[in-house]
């Protein structure tokens, strides 16, 4: 009894899933049949496929680190409540916003905008 070998396709799924490509095996047919519609060259196919990649891997980072972080989601800027730091960080809250901004016109990866300050709680005592 002969078995049939595997089709291009699949075998090709195989390959992707063993590169860990899911942005690849994800896409790379939608794209094949949009590029042979628009004549579109290997290598511009190709560097699709590889933004897609790029961009799947970065964002499931974001979401692996947001999740390991435990930090709410729902905190912005726009939530910070300024008053619960202390005067010099809060004097330099404006100062690191308009850097970030200034850091996503450069560039077209986002930055954040992040303030730290030790709680009071915390702070070490002026007698010991």
Known sequence: MSTSP????????????????????DHYADLAVQAEKD??????????????????RRDRRIQ??????ALPLEKTLATLD???????VRKRVPTLCEAASSSERRTSWPSACLAVARPTSAAPSATS
Do not use: M, N
């Open 39 to 56: 004549g579109t060259a290997y290598g511009q196919y190709l560097h699709a496929l590889a933004e897609y990649e790029l961009r799947e």
């Open 6 to 25: 595997p089709s291009l396709e699949d075998s090709l799924r195989v390959l992707l899933k063993a590169l860990k490509l899911p942005g690849f095996l």
């Open 64 to 69: 692996r680190a947001l999740k390991a972080s």
């Open 82 to 88: 300024l008053s619960r730091l202390p005067p010099k």
